[in-house]
């Protein structure tokens, strides 16, 4: 089965202390993003990368990195720097949109089940 | 730049009345909308989405959305809600040739017993 599989599902982390978030997409999909999920806040588009070794900040990148290696991972690492970083990640990849823009079915997001971060 | 607003953050309603959750945009440019679902602890599910055509979109789960390109809305709903339906739902736009897709804050649907 194709999918994006993220891990661990929960996550605690010290404070002070680096962490690395996994996503893995079989899909064959080049893009992938990373969001940040609080209540009442919606998603907020934290780093996306529409090629391998290459990405791009989104609106809300100050405390966190990513690398884009290979086509199948997208792995996020949230610093020391974060200052609030208890929440739930949310990791999705996406066909990029043709000339035409995103015109076929595939051009969707398609999401993970999320990790849910706790900072102790 | 585009953006989007959900006009409720928790709509309450009966099991099997109708129900529908506003969504509204602003963009200068060509946009497609999506709605995706959210159950607790989970990724987000794709409902339905407008790219052009028919302006009455059929998503999955019996639900549907409007597009209306005058009121910049683009509205989901349901003739009949069911217990499952409990949960989160978000509106989103794309703007043409973006890589990006803007969030709404989210709609959270209480099916009452």
């Known amino acids: 089965d194709g999918g994006i599989t993220q891990s661990p599902k929960y996550l605690f982390r010290k404070e002070g202390q680096n962490v690395t978030l996994s996503c893995e997409q079989n899909?064959?999909?080049?893009?992938m993003y990373w969001y940040r999920q609080d209540p009442g806040q919606g998603l907020r588009l934290i780093y996306y990368?529409?090629?391998?070794?290459?990405?791009q900040k989104g609106d809300i990148a100050e405390g966190y990195s990513v690398s884009r290696e290979k086509k199948e991972s997208f792995p996020l690492t949230v610093t020391s720097a974060q200052k609030n970083p208890t929440a739930f990640y949310l990791c999705?990849?996406?066909?990029?949109?043709?000339?035409?823009?995103?015109?076929?079915?595939?051009?969707?997001?398609?999401f993970g089940p999320g990790t849910r971060l706790t900072v102790l | 730049a585009q953006s989007v607003t959900q006009l409720d953050s928790q709509v309450p309603v009966f099991e099997e009345a109708p129900v529908e959750l506003r969504c509204n945009y602003s963009?200068?440019?060509?946009?497609?909308l999506f709605w995706y679902v959210q159950y607790p602890n989970q990724g987000l599910q794709l409902l339905l989405k407008?790219?052009?055509?028919?302006?009455l979109v059929k998503g999955i789960n019996g639900f549907e959305a409007e597009f209306n390109k005058s009121q910049t809305s683009f509205h989901l709903r349901k003739p009949s809600v069911h217990i499952s339906d409990t949960a989160e739902y978000f509106c989103?736009?794309?703007?043409?040739?973006?890589?990006?897709?803007?969030f709404g804050k989210g709609t959270r649907l209480h099916i009452l017993p």
């Open positions: 999705a990849s996406s066909p990029p949109p043709g000339l035409a823009g995103p015109a076929s079915s595939t051009d969707t997001q398609y």
């Open positions: 899909l064959n999909h080049d893009a």
């Open positions: 990368s529409q090629i391998v070794n290459d990405f």
């Open positions: 963009s200068s440019v060509s946009v497609y």
């Open positions: 407008y790219l052009s055509g028919s302006t």
């Open positions: 989103a736009v794309s703007e043409w040739r973006d890589d990006k897709i803007i």
